[in-house]
């Protein structure tokens, strides 16, 4: 793994991180939300949220029920549009090369 | 939603986010993009972001070369960062006869004024120190082709676009095109109807169904292509590869992440993109075969796209025969991206101007009419 210097510098109160791997806060997803980026499927491909090592497992439904009470659509819907994709968890190249 | 519009876009993948600043660019501004997802959930958002000039037709090549000028500028240009890194592409052949086309293309390419050259397979080496260069009989380099971010890059258009007044309506997919006397006089939608000046169909894989609302039939084929990418790692290698032999390609994004994908030359052609296991051993078997050392790095998605293939695997642009304002944009078999700022410039002087270039008339659909001769390279 590379080891980038964080780009978070302010005060978790002030400005909680949503997405740890990409290092995404509330703020940063409230303001792509009113940008129009306001499908979960759309949020994650303009910030990364949820494209890191986790997969999304701890911030994708965080930015649901932040995009539920900025869209004021309801969470199952907002929930329904997000697509999986494999593997579950990260595998070494190495094991899929089979030896 | 505007009821009318003088442009009407069909698709907000890069060809149609492209087009629509081009034409707000040049003060067309009546413009309507209309997505029936959102915009890059078509194969833009899927695809490996690679920018190559190292074709074999000189209609790839020009297109190709022409859109790299653009695209050097371009994060300027639209006040976005495309993440555009410009560390070349390398070609790698496996046999003689490879190495015989690499030779033909490399002329060719020269003879246009692309720096493309042929390598040993120590140079290659020299180009990417991670390469296993006994798997190689030689490769080519052209150090200008590169690599971008196609969000970034769609992004970016869309914004620009849409502050010179282009509209954009996502999750707004076309279900019909009403046609009367040669023209389409109605773009139906399933929220609501747009009387169009002319309309381009940008819809990628999705093409031919948009084209057949319009009576029209394309000789596009859906075909899926898988990718993948890892954790990123200490950033190794600016070059982009990919190999003939295969159909493997692979980049470095700028977070550090390993992105490529290969070609499956028995998949049939469908909308089907779901994932297989398949496509990943053979990727990583192929991939760990050129550079051993990124064994331990781990997949952490992958994914499927399609693309939209046409019989000489070049794009299908510009007027349709027989039905006066509609405008063809798609049949970009793999390349679409690259490709997309050029092929923005010649269609907007096409509604602009009514200027067919050399370009427009060797590519329009007509061509499928007679016989056919297409591109060799078709990878990544
Ligand atoms: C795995 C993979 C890797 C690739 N790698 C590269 C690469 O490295 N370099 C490169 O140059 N190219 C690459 N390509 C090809 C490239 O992605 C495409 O050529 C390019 O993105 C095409 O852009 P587009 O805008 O024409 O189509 P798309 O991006 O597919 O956009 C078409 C849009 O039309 C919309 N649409 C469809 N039907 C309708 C409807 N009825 N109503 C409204 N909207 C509709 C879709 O939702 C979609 O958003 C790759 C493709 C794949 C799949």
Not at chain 2, 197 to 204: S, T
Not at chain 2, 298 to 323: H, M, N
Request: some cysteine.
């Amino acid at each position: 793994m590379t080891h980038r210097p964080s780009r978070v510098t302010g005060r978790a109160e002030d400005d909680p991180i949503v997405c740890r791997c990409e290092e995404v806060t509330l703020s940063e997803v409230v303001r792509a939300i009113r940008d129009g980026y306001d499908t979960l499927e759309e949020l994650k491909r303009h910030l990364r949220v949820g494209m890191g090592p986790c997969q999304g497992r701890t911030c994708l439904p965080l930015l649901a029920h932040i995009l539920s009470r900025e869209t004021g659509r309801h969470l199952a819907e907002v929930m329904g549009e997000i697509s999986v994709r494999p593997p579950l968890i990260p595998i070494p190249l190495d094991h899929w090369r089979g030896r | 939603m505007r009821r009318s519009a003088d442009v009407v876009i069909i698709g907000a993948g890069v060809t149609g986010a492209a087009l629509a600043y081009e034409l707000a660019r040049r003060g067309i501004r009546d413009v309507l993009v209309l997505e029936r997802a959102f915009p890059c959930s078509g194969a833009t958002g899927r695809c490996g972001g690679g920018i190559r000039q190292q074709f074999t037709t000189p209609h790839n090549i020009r297109l190709a070369m022409e859109s790299v000028k653009r695209y050097e500028t371009l994060s300027e240009e639209l006040g976005v960062d495309i993440e555009f890194i410009q560390g070349g592409y390398l070609i790698l052949a496996e046999t003689e006869r490879e190495r015989e086309a690499q030779r033909q293309a490399v002329a060719l390419q020269n003879e246009l004024g692309l720096p493309s050259r042929l390598l040993t397979p120590r140079e290659a080496k020299e180009v990417l120190p991670l390469l296993d260069e006994t798997t190689i009989v030689g490769a080519t380099y052209c150090p200008t082709d590169a690599h971008a971010n196609p969000f970034r890059v769609v992004e970016g258009y869309l914004a620009r676009a849409r502050e010179r007044g282009v509209a954009l309506e996502k999750f707004t997919p076309v279900v019909n095109l009403e046609v009367k006397g040669g023209r389409i006089v109605r773009v139906r939608t399933c929220r609501g109807d747009v009387v169009p000046g002319v309309v381009v169909n940008a819809a990628g894989a999705w093409s031919g169904e948009i084209a057949r609302m319009a009576g029209v039939e394309l000789p596009n084929r859906p075909i899926r292509h898988e990718i993948a990418i890892t954790e990123p790692v200490e950033f190794f290698m600016e070059v982009m590869v990919i190999s003939i032999h295969n159909g493997i390609y692979f980049s470095q994004t700028v977070e550090g992440q390993i992105i490529g994908g290969i070609g499956d030359p028995e998949e049939k052609p469908g909308y089907d993109v779901s994932s297989s296991l398949g496509f990943l051993r053979r990727y990583a078997r192929e991939l760990l075969r050129y550079v051993p050392a990124l064994g331990q790095l781990a997949v952490l998605r992958q994914w499927a796209g399609l693309y939209d293939v046409t019989p000489d695997a070049q794009p299908i642009l510009g007027p349709t025969p027989g039905l006066e304002n509609l405008i063809q944009a798609n049949g970009y078999s793999g390349h679409g991206f690259m490709i997309a700022p050029k092929v923005a410039e010649l269609l907007a002087d096409y509604i602009e101007k009514d200027v067919v270039s050399e370009e427009l008339a060797c590519l329009s659909l007509s061509r499928f009419m007679g016989e056919v001769k297409g591109e060799a390279f078709v990878v990544g």
